[in-house]
Nanobody, 121 residues
Framework: QVQLVESGGGLVQAGGSLRLSCAASGNFFRLDCMRWYRQTPGNQREFVADMTDGGNTNYADSVKGRFIISRDNAKNTVDLQMSSLKPEDTAVYYC???????????????WGQGTQVTVSS
């Protein structure tokens, strides 16, 4: 199994910054793509950003130029630096990772519990 724990959420004023972090632990031997999603009440989770183990990144258009995803493969963490925050960025942010474990023959996707980000206007 793989456990993902997010941290760094909170309340910030519009224009401010926050840094989210997600730490992976468990019985895995490889982490492939690591992603951030977000969700607001009544809506589906939406993709925010991802980073492959090779360092390639993708961002949702709504966050390009404002958010930066990074990962530390030695520490098994993925961060999301969020700047120029807007009220519409308010959501629960979830970490999502493709991991290969010793128990399973193929990689599967794991989710964290989420961390609340609230941006006030």
């Amino acid at each position: 199994q793989v456990q993902l724990v997010e941290s760094g959420g909170g309340l910030v004023q519009a224009g401010g910054s926050l840094r989210l972090s997600c730490a992976a632990s468990g019985n895995f031997f490889r982490l492939d793509c690591m992603r951030w999603y977000r969700q607001t009440p009544g809506n589906q989770r939406e993709f925010v950003a991802d980073m492959t183990d090779g360092g390639n990144t993708n961002y949702a258009d709504s966050v390009k130029g404002r958010f930066i995803i990074s990962r530390d493969n030695a520490k098994n963490t993925v961060d999301l630096q969020m700047s120029s925050l807007k009220p519409e960025d308010t959501a629960v942010y979830y970490c999502n990772v493709d991991a290969s474990t010793y128990a399973l023959a193929v990689a599967r996707t794991y989710w964290g519990q989420g961390t609340q980000v609230t941006v006030s206007s």
